[in-house]
C-alpha cells in the first residue's frame, strides 16, 4: 500500500516557537486528517479537511487541504508543552473501502 | 462516553500460540477496521469491515483474521503468531453510508510482543 510522504520526521522547538509540517502525496485524496498520537494512546483527531483549497483552524492549529488534493499542511503556533507528541498526516479517498493512508509521522519536542 | 475499547492493552506470548485481540465501539458505526503501527512506517491497514459479515482486506492482511458476527465488536485473530507480528496495534470505527466521510476514531492500542 502506498504511504504517504510526510516530513519533517522529528523537530525540537523552543517553547512559544510556531511549527510547520506537512505531507506529499502522489495520489490524489479526496480528504486529509491530521491526528496526534501521545505516548501510549492511540491517534485523536486534529482536524479534518473535505475541500481542495480548505483552510481550517482548531485553536493554535490550522491546517490546509492542498489545491491538488496531493499534500497537506499542519502548523501550531505559539507552541506549548503538552504539544509534544507524534502528529500523523492521513490521506482518505471516498468510496467503499474508505482506507486511510498514513505518513510516517513527526515527533515533536518542545523545550522549554 | 463514546470509545473504542481495546483489550488486551499488552501481551506478551509465544510463537504458534492462538490469539485474540478484542474490538468494541458504543457509537453504533457501521465501519471498523485494524491497523499496525511500527516504527518509522506509520499506521497500515489490516482488515477493515464495512458492516456485519462483511469484511476485506487492508494493505498488510497476511497472517491475520477478522470476523464480524456483530456491529460492535471487531476481534483480530492471529492464528499462529510469529515475531514479526511483534507491533502496536489499533482498532478504528466511523459511521458510513450518509455520514461516510467522517474520521476514524481509534482505541488506546493493544501492544504484542510475540517471542
Known amino acids: 500500500g502506498q504511504q504517504l510522504n510526510q516530513s519533517p520526521q522529528s523537530m525540537f522547538i523552543q517553547e512559544g516557537e510556531d511549527v510547520s509540517m506537512n505531507c506529499t502525496s502522489s495520489?490524489?485524496?479526496?480528504?486529509w486528517l491530521w491526528y496526534k498520537q501521545d505516548p501510549g494512546e492511540g491517534p485523536v483527531l486534529l482536524i479534518a479537511?473535505?475541500?481542495?483549497?480548505e483552510l481550517t483552524s482548531n485553536g493554535r492549529l490550522t491546517a490546509q487541504f492542498g489545491i491538488t488534493r496531493k499534500d497537506s499542511f499542519l502548523n501550531i503556533s505559539a507552541s506549548i508543552p503538552s504539544d509534544v507528541g507524534i502528529y500523523f498526516c492521513?490521506?482518505?479517498?471516498?468510496?467503499?473501502?474508505?482506507?486511510?493512508?498514513f505518513g510516517s509521522g513527526t515527533q515533536l519536542t518542545v523545550l522549554p | 462516553e463514546a470509545q473504542v475499547t481495546q483489550n488486551p492493552r499488552y501481551l506478551i506470548t509465544v510463537t504458534g500460540k492462538k490469539l485474540t485481540v478484542t474490538c468494541s465501539q458504543n457509537?453504533?458505526?457501521?465501519?471498523m477496521s485494524w491497523y499496525r503501527q511500527d516504527p518509522g512506517l506509520g499506521l497500515r491497514q489490516i482488515y477493515y469491515?464495512?458492516?456485519?459479515?462483511?469484511?476485506d482486506k487492508g494493505d498488510v492482511p497476511e497472517g491475520y483474521k477478522v470476523s464480524r458476527k456483530e456491529k460492535r465488536n471487531f476481534p483480530l485473530i492471529l492464528e499462529s503468531p510469529s515475531p514479526n507480528q511483534t507491533s502496536l496495534y489499533f482498532c478504528?470505527?466511523?459511521?458510513?453510508?450518509?455520514?461516510?466521510?467522517?474520521?476514524?476514531?481509534f482505541g488506546d492500542g493493544t501492544r504484542l510482543s510475540i517471542l
Open positions: 478504528a470505527s466511523s459511521p458510513a453510508g450518509t455520514y461516510s466521510n467522517q474520521p476514524q476514531h
Open positions: 479537511l473535505y475541500k481542495a483549497g
Open positions: 469491515s464495512m458492516n456485519v459479515e462483511v469484511t
Open positions: 492521513a490521506g482518505q479517498r471516498t468510496g467503499s473501502a474508505r482506507q486511510l493512508t
Open positions: 495520489s490524489i485524496f479526496n480528504t
Open positions: 457509537m453504533n458505526h457501521e465501519y
